[in-house]
């Protein structure tokens, strides 16, 4: 599970103790283990979960002697109290609608419930999937991800100029202010004849204001994915020295034993956010409707 092979396992064993260990041994060791994360993989959801991120990372795996492509789909979310869960993780054959769907309803059926806001990057399929299974939730897209999108039409040398006008669309103080410093920003791109950036801005800026319907306090945190993407670069760290895997399923255990490691520490025990300014918040909507 720590990307060490049985063949390695054995010249570790014989160096430490002089003994070899079987691969029958580490083969059903390995069974238990796998046996305590797909019960930890499958366990219920408790309670309301407001913030859902969701994220995949792409691994190798070889099939038929060639090495392809897997897709690992990765849930954390802030439950209701302000701490972080590892809701769920999943193999995908690819980050596609019907890979998201499928994930989705996964969660669903364990019982992920109460989500008002779910994080995520522009992937495909992604926010169709979402209205089918929770129509009441926004989605936010990750602000960063979009800067690259628009960055990848722009020169390098005008990269720095183009990424401080972004910023200072995400600075307003509220929405209304937001969309308005837009349209001077497109004024501007168009201006500097780069249409494309403006074209990327004009049709997409709205996907990235979601988090100012929600507490001021806990903007920086739910408008990017960066809390999820921490955790995967943690796995990816891990699951290199693997290469590519035998088969999807090794690859799943691994990210996910890394992942219900990671739950178990101050990640996951530690406040992350006062979830009291949320209802304080839907409190004061309640009233002045």
Same mark, same amino acid.
């Given at each position: ?10 010249? $570790? ?9 079987? +691969? ?27 913030? @859902?991120?969701?994220?995949? $990372? ?19 979310? @802030? ?10 993780? %999943? ?16 969660? *669903? ?8 806001? $779910? ?6 399929? /992604?926010?169709?999937? $979402?209205?089918?299974?929770? +129509? ?13 999108? @628009? ?8 990269? *720095? ?33 780069? +249409?494309?950036?403006?074209?990327? /801005? ?12 929600? +507490? ?19 796995? %990816? ?17 691994? @990210? ?14 530690? %406040?992350?956010?006062?979830?009291? /300014?949320?209802?304080?918040? *839907? ?7």
């Amino acid at each position: 599970l720590t990307g060490v092979s049985v063949r390695r396992v054995e010249d $570790i064993t014989q160096a430490l103790w002089g003994t070899r260990v079987s +691969p029958g041994t580490v083969s059903n060791l390995n069974k238990k283990i796998y046996e305590r994360i797909e019960k930890w993989c499958n366990r219920s959801i408790e309670g309301s979960i407001p913030y @859902v991120y969701l994220d995949g $990372i792409v691994l190798k795996r070889t099939w038929a002697e060639q090495v392809r492509n897997i897709s690992v789909l990765v849930a954390i979310g @802030v439950d209701a109290e302000g701490y972080r869960q590892v809701l769920g993780v %999943r193999e995908g054959t690819k980050e596609d609608k019907a890979g998201w769907t499928g994930f989705l309803r996964h969660l *669903k059926k364990r019982g992920l419930k109460g989500v008002e806001l $779910i994080i995520s990057d522009a992937c495909i399929g /992604l926010f169709e999937s $979402i209205g089918d299974f929770y +129509p009441e939730a926004k989605w936010q897209r990750c602000i960063v991800h979009f800067y690259r999108n @628009v960055f990848s039409v722009v020169p390098r040398g005008r990269v *720095k100029k183009v990424a401080m006008m972004l910023k200072a669309i995400h600075a307003s103080e509220d929405r209304e202010a937001a969309n308005e410093k837009a349209l001077s920003v497109i004024k501007k791109l168009k201006k500097q004849k780069l +249409p494309k950036a403006a074209k990327k /801005l004009e049709d997409s800026i709205h996907e990235t204001l979601a988090y100012y319907d929600f +507490p001021s306090e806990h903007w920086r945190r739910i408008r990017t994915n960066n809390p999820l993407e921490r955790i995967l670069r943690e796995v %990816r760290r891990r699951t290199r020295v693997v290469g590519a895997f035998p088969d999807g399923n090794s690859a799943l255990m691994l @990210v996910a034993a890394r992942l219900r490691h990671i739950a178990g520490t101050k990640w996951g025990t530690r %406040r992350y956010l006062n979830m009291g /300014l949320l209802t304080e918040l *839907k409190n004061e909507e309640e009233i002045a409707a």
